[in-house]
């Protein structure tokens, strides 16, 4: 079987093919203002490559859903799922080389970012027995790694600029490989860009865009000027998987549309204007109520159903010719050995929690545990008293697990492990313990911790003359010994 597809043809109507084994290798960019005809090249490279390579598209835009009918790609809209339906989702997509469309249409940008970043990170931290070839497609490749912030937090942007520098960056040795495709080169991260070693520069006006294009293409600057006058649908290729010396590409036909409306013009309705004035000021009409929706499934639910059309549980059915429920084990003790498993572990704080999370499912599912509706959140709160050594059903641990409440999230393992230590009157944990359970290796960010702690008046800490501390716990009126 060929490796390679036609993209389209040159100025001689020779084809110009595209190696997808070298572009896997190698990653693509693609440049070009609206209406440049850049959707419709990735709709090309998407339908020729369809049964080479599995393929994950981000669709800001939705215009990408229509590959799901004629070539099998599961869509996956975005806004009618969580944080921890999107993380189990692209798991499942890894294992199964599912090819998908994650439609991103119904979210506002900041939410579009952060989905986009948990997703593709989901997709980076598979496990290596799962590091399949994948090409990833993203559309307006300048909203999810831009090169300055706008209007979304600085939390959404580092973190979807983090998952779109993984992607390009270490990406290749986990199988997969950045299509990135943008309007503009001059509001794309440099480092997200820089990555790529195949191009397809389409049209473009500003100045800047078209010398960049051109260094890109290592053409020279007066040559810059051919980039404006390029044709709707016609690029400047480069690169190992196209050609080694610039080449100019008309793109081919595709098989699928865009939901969007077509450009072009269309005749305007004929009514005169005494008709046309009639129609807008006439009386709303009166019809019956349509019949009430039939009630949406939860975002739960909508997830299991979304995941049993990607594969087929792993796990053997069950049988059904005994008791059921003597053979569903009890999920409490389960979870809970689960997460001292993974409290033990000795670099399991510096984990990021999607990650955590997605480790914690795995586990809970090889052993038949339900999660009863567990998500992040509760997770997170649930691994830091793990961590810190408290039993939720232990009554002598019920005092601090009540003070918990009222502790944030990222700060809840130092000090649920400061508090165990003074409810046993052992000495307070050094910096270097409290540093390995908040899962960094700085010594500032551990005495700043304190300090926030005490401004909090969650904590008092007292260092005598002779240097030893103690700290204590004023709501508990418990104190750690001296050390």
């Known amino acids: 079987m060929s490796n390679s597809i036609i993209i389209g043809s040159d100025n001689r109507d020779t084809s110009v093919p595209i190696d997808i084994e070298e572009l896997l290798a190698t990653r693509l960019l693609v440049q070009g203002n609206s209406g440049s005809g850049k959707s419709h090249l990735l709709r090309r490279l998407l339908e020729e490559s369809a049964g080479l390579v599995q393929q994950v598209v981000i669709d800001p835009e939705g215009d990408f859903v229509t590959l799901a009918e004629p070539f099998g790609h599961v869509v996956i809209d975005g806004a009618d799922y969580g944080d921890t339906e999107i993380v189990q989702l692209a798991a499942r997509i890894r294992r199964h080389r599912a090819s998908v469309v994650l439609a991103l249409d119904g979210l506002e940008v900041e939410a579009q970012m952060?989905?986009?970043?948990?997703?593709?990170?989901?997709?980076?931290?598979?496990?290596?027995?799962?590091?399949?070839?994948?090409?990833?497609?993203?559309?307006?490749?300048?909203?999810?790694?831009?090169?300055?912030?706008?209007?979304?937090?600085?939390?959404?942007?580092?973190?979807?600029?983090?998952?779109?520098?993984?992607?390009?960056?270490?990406?290749?040795?986990?199988?997969?490989?950045?299509?990135?495709?943008?309007?503009?080169?001059?509001?794309?991260?440099?480092?997200?860009?820089?990555?790529?070693?195949?191009?397809?520069?389409?049209?473009?006006?500003?100045?800047?865009?078209?010398?960049?294009?051109?260094?890109?293409?290592?053409?020279?600057?007066?040559?810059?000027?051919?980039?404006?006058?390029?044709?709707?649908?016609?690029?400047?290729?480069?690169?190992?998987?196209?050609?080694?010396?610039?080449?100019?590409?008309?793109?081919?036909?595709?098989?699928?549309g865009t939901r969007g409306a077509a450009p072009g013009l269309l005749p305007l309705p004929t009514a005169s204007a005494e008709e046309m004035e009639a129609l807008l000021h006439a009386a709303p009409e009166t019809t019956e109520p349509p019949?009430?929706?039939?009630?949406?499934?939860?975002?739960?639910?909508?997830?299991?159903?979304?995941?049993?059309?990607?594969?087929?549980?792993?796990?053997?059915?069950?049988?059904?010719?005994?008791?059921?429920?003597?053979?569903?084990?009890?999920?409490?003790?389960?979870?809970?050995?689960?997460?001292?498993?993974?409290?033990?572990?000795?670099?399991?704080?510096?984990?990021?929690?999607?990650?955590?999370?997605?480790?914690?499912?795995?586990?809970?599912?090889?052993?038949?545990?339900?999660?009863?509706?567990?998500?992040?959140?509760?997770?997170?709160?649930?691994f830091a008293m793990a961590q810190a050594g408290i039993d939720t059903d232990n009554d002598d641990h019920a005092a601090l697990v009540a003070l918990s409440q009222s502790v944030p999230d990222d700060m809840l393992a130092p000090f649920l492990a400061i508090a165990r230590a003074a409810q046993d009157e052992a000495p307070c944990p050094d910096d270097d313990t409290l540093a390995r359970i908040y899962g960094t290796s700085s010594a500032g960010r551990i005495r700043r911790l304190l300090d926030n702690f005490e401004r909090m008046e969650l904590l008092v800490i007292r260092t005598d003359f002779s240097g030893r501390r103690t700290v204590t716990v004023p709501r508990l009126g418990l104190t750690t010994a001296a050390v």
């Open 291 to 382: 019949p009430p929706a039939p009630p949406r499934p939860s975002p739960g639910e909508q997830a299991d159903a979304l995941m049993e059309r990607i594969a087929i549980q792993d796990a053997p059915a069950p049988d059904t010719t005994g008791d059921q429920a003597d053979d569903t084990p009890d999920a409490a003790p389960i979870i809970a050995e689960v997460l001292r498993e993974m409290a033990a572990e000795p670099d399991s704080a510096f984990q990021t929690s999607a990650a955590l999370f997605q480790d914690f499912t795995l586990r809970c599912r090889a052993r038949r545990a339900p999660l009863h509706g567990l998500d992040m959140t509760q997770f997170n709160r649930r």
């Open 114 to 256: 952060r989905c986009a970043a948990m997703f593709l990170n989901a997709l980076f931290d598979a496990p290596r027995e799962e590091w399949y070839p994948a090409l990833v497609v993203v559309d307006e490749a300048q909203m999810f790694a831009p090169a300055q912030g706008g209007d979304v937090s600085d939390e959404a942007r580092r973190l979807s600029l983090s998952a779109m520098t993984n992607l390009m960056c270490r990406g290749r040795k986990r199988g997969l490989a950045g299509v990135i495709a943008t309007q503009r080169l001059a509001k794309l991260a440099k480092n997200v860009a820089a990555e790529a070693s195949n191009f397809l520069m389409g049209r473009t006006f500003l100045d800047i865009d078209m010398v960049r294009a051109a260094d890109l293409l290592g053409m020279e600057r007066r040559q810059a000027e051919q980039i404006r006058d390029l044709d709707r649908g016609m690029f400047l290729g480069l690169g190992p998987a196209i050609s080694r010396r610039p080449v100019s590409v008309r793109i081919g036909s595709v098989r699928t």
